[in-house]
């Protein structure tokens, strides 16, 4: 079988099991669709992961930070063999294997207010927020939600989380009892700069917890993280984005 060929019968393949759930139209919307993850760490790399397998046909990943020993235990592209590798740069190698027609742009760039204009979100589809720093949310939030045709969605904390099923979705202001949304909304309310419009997040029902024999950590924003719940909140986001572009 020559190369062509084989390229052709498993891009037909690898997508055969999603047609068969959303739909032929379904899957060509997606194919057609421009995404961009903002964020890669432990929720933004699995969100992205489940993209590209449901088919989303131009994907962009950012993340300024590089694989770490610590990120192991929760971050899809994190292993002994990418250790000191751009998060984006290895998650780039394994977003193409899984499809190598993705239309797949990384930028190793810190999403903020001054940086705002060199990632063109207003091109894109769907926006999904899984960025850590207060400051960096709230400027991508403002910055989104005064674009005509992308939508947002956010993710809120994980970290502190065990209960994968406590895991859901509501609109920003009704979030209860997340810790990072009440500090959004505290700046928000601060600065007198409201988001455009509303916008979905996924939240945690659980209360964040930290067991008493705990160790000190001495990174900035370090709080204990678990995989069975940051996945979760990654795939609902994903499946967010997935309904949103399949519904239109």
């Known amino acids: 079988m020559d190369k062509k060929k084989a390229e052709k019968e498993f891009a037909a393949a690898a997508f055969a099991r999603t047609e068969q759930a959303l739909g032929v139209r379904a899957v060509k919307s997606l194919a057609d669709s421009r995404v961009a993850v903002i964020g890669v760490g432990g929720v933004g790399g699995w969100c992205a992961e489940a993209l590209v397998r449901t088919g989303v046909g131009t994907l962009l990943i950012a993340d300024p930070d590089r694989v770490a020993p610590s990120n192991v ?41 001054g940086t705002a204009d060199s990632f063109s979100l207003q091109t894109y589809d769907c926006v999904v927020d899984a960025i850590d720093s207060l400051e960096d949310k709230a400027d991508l939030i403002l910055h989104v939600t ?101 519904d239109r």
């Open 146 to 246: 005064k674009l005509e045709r992308t939508h947002l969605f956010s993710s809120m904390g994980a970290a502190l989380r065990r209960d994968p099923f406590a895991v859901t979705k509501g609109e920003f202001w009704d979030v209860k009892g997340d810790a990072l949304a009440r500090s959004l909304r505290s700046r928000f309310r601060k600065t007198g700069e409201f988001p455009a419009r509303k916008f979905q997040c996924v939240y945690s029902r659980e209360s964040p917890f930290k067991p008493e024999d705990a160790p000190p950590v001495g990174e900035k924003r370090a709080y204990g993280s678990l995989v069975q719940v940051s996945a979760v909140f990654g795939f609902a986001l994903a499946a967010m984005v997935i309904d949103c572009i399949v």
């Open 73 to 113: 235990n929760r971050q899809i592209m994190a292993g002994s063999k990418t250790v000191g590798e751009l998060k984006v740069v290895a998650l780039e190698k394994r977003l193409q294997e899984i499809n190598p027609d993705l239309k797949l742009e990384i930028m190793s760039e810190r999403y903020s207010c």
